[in-house]
Nanobody, 127 residues
Framework: QVQPVESGGGVVQAGGSMTLSCTTT????????MGWFRQAPGKEREFVAA????????VYADSVKGRFTIFRDDADDTVYVHMNNLKPEDTAVYYC????????????????????WGQGTQVTVGQ
């Protein structure tokens, strides 16, 4: 079973940048699309960004488009999300998830299509 493990969270001031990493316990570069989701206190989990494993297609939530960039390093089965111009409303627990996709072309924003989830990493953006 593929188990994602997130890292890189912490506290940053508004306008700052941060990069989150997600490694997996099994090889994902040739089978799995990867996604980032987040959940703020009192809110439902929401989609942030996703990347396919073959075509390199990327999808972003409107709220992060132009500020966040998702990319993957298939040599070490790691996916990253680089976050610029962070805002207090970006404060949340960020989760990485994997989606088994034989086609290699899907980058889904639908959480129900993701099979395995990490434990999450906290990102706090101060005023």
């Amino acid at each position: 079973q593929v188990q994602p493990v997130e890292s890189g969270g912490g506290v940053v001031q508004a306008g700052g940048s941060m990069t989150l990493s997600c490694t997996t316990t099994a090889r994902t570069s040739s089978s799995y699309a990867m996604g980032w989701f987040r959940q703020a206190p009192g809110k439902e989990r929401e989609f942030v960004a996703a990347i396919s494993w073959s075509s390199g297609d990327r999808v972003y939530a409107d709220s992060v488009k132009g500020r966040f960039t998702i990319f993957r390093d298939d040599a070490d089965d790691t996916v990253y999300v680089h976050m610029n111009n962070l805002k207090p409303e970006d404060t949340a627990v960020y989760y990485c998830a994997t989606h088994l996709d034989p086609s290699g072309r899907q980058a889904s924003s639908n959480a129900y299509e993701y099979d395995n989830w990490g434990q999450g990493t906290q990102v706090t953006v101060g005023q």
